[in-house]
C-alpha cells in the first residue's frame, strides 16, 4: 500500500521569503501523479501544483514549484516570494496512474501548517 | 458557476442518530468521493463511486452509508454504528478517464456529537 509522509508539522515563514515543505512517499507503481493541495482557514481545499511522475521536470506554478525525486520518493514543495495569503495547511497527495477502481483515491500525508509573519 | 456545494455548513447530532450529509456537484465528473478529515491525520477516504448505481467502500466505511442515484448527487449517512463521528467531511468529485485529473473539493461539513 502507499504512503505519503509529511514529516513537519509546521513551519514559519517571513513574508518575501522562501520555505521548502517536505513531503516523501512509499510505492512500487512506476507510474503515478503527485499533488499538494493547500488549506486556508476556511477549509477549502485548493490545488496548487501537480505533477506527473513520468516527467522529469519539475511542475512550476507561478510562485509555487517543486523538487520532484523519484528515485529518492521525495516530492517537496517551495513557495517563493512568501505572501500572507499563504498561510494555510498544506497537504501533499499521491495517486496511481492505473485506470479505474480505488486507485482513483487520493493518499494524503498528514500536513504542514504554513504560518506567514509579516 | 460549476462546483462542489455541501449542506449543511454545521450539523450536530445526538447520539444514537443517523444523519445525512448533502453533496451535490455540477461540474459533469463521473466519479465522486467523501473524506474525513481529523484533526493530524489528514484526509481519509469513506467511501466513493465511479458511476450512477455503484459505490465502493474505501478505507473507513465502517458505520458510514451513501448511495448514488444521480450523477449529481453522493449524500452520505453517518450511522449509529459510528463510533465516533465527530469530524469534517469533505466530498470531492473529479473525472474518471486515466490522467492526472485533479479531484475538486466542496466546502466541508463539520459534524458534531452531543
Known amino acids: 500500500a502507499q504512503t505519503v509522509t509529511q514529516s513537519q508539522p509546521e513551519m514559519s515563514v517571513q513574508e518575501a521569503e522562501t520555505v521548502t515543505l517536505s513531503c516523501t512517499y512509499d510505492t512500487s507503481e512506476s507510474d503515478y501523479y503527485l499533488f499538494w493541495y493547500k488549506q486556508p482557514p476556511s477549509r477549502q481545499m485548493i490545488l496548487v501544483i501537480r505533477?506527473?511522475?513520468?516527467?522529469?521536470q519539475n511542475a512550476t506554478e507561478n510562485r509555487f514549484s517543486v523538487n520532484f525525486q523519484k528515485a529518492a520518493k521525495s516530492f517537496s514543495l517551495k513557495i517563493s516570494d512568501s505572501q500572507l495569503g499563504d498561510a494555510a495547511m498544506y497537504f501533499c497527495a499521491y495517486r496511481s496512474a492505473m485506470r479505474g477502481g480505488a486507485t482513483n483515491k487520493l493518499i494524503f500525508g498528514t500536513g504542514t501548517l504554513l504560518a506567514v509573519q509579516p | 458557476d460549476g462546483g462542489i456545494t455541501q449542506s449543511p455548513k454545521y450539523l450536530f447530532r445526538k447520539e444514537g442518530q443517523n444523519v445525512t450529509l448533502s453533496c451535490e456537484q455540477n461540474l459533469n465528473h463521473d466519479a465522486m468521493y467523501w473524506y474525513r478529515q481529523d484533526p493530524g491525520q489528514g484526509l481519509r477516504l469513506i467511501y466513493y463511486s465511479q458511476i450512477v448505481n455503484d459505490f465502493q467502500k474505501g478505507d473507513i466505511a465502517e458505520g458510514y452509508s451513501v448511495s448514488r442515484e444521480k450523477k449529481e448527487s453522493f449524500p452520505l449517512t453517518v450511522t449509529s454504528a459510528q463510533k465516533n463521528p465527530t469530524a469534517f467531511y469533505l466530498c470531492?468529485?473529479?473525472?474518471?478517464?486515466?490522467?492526472?485529473?485533479?479531484?475538486?473539493f466542496g466546502p466541508g461539513t463539520r459534524l458534531t456529537v452531543l
Open positions: 505533477q506527473e511522475a513520468y516527467k522529469q
Open positions: 470531492a468529485s473529479s473525472y474518471l478517464l486515466a490522467g492526472g485529473y485533479e479531484q475538486f
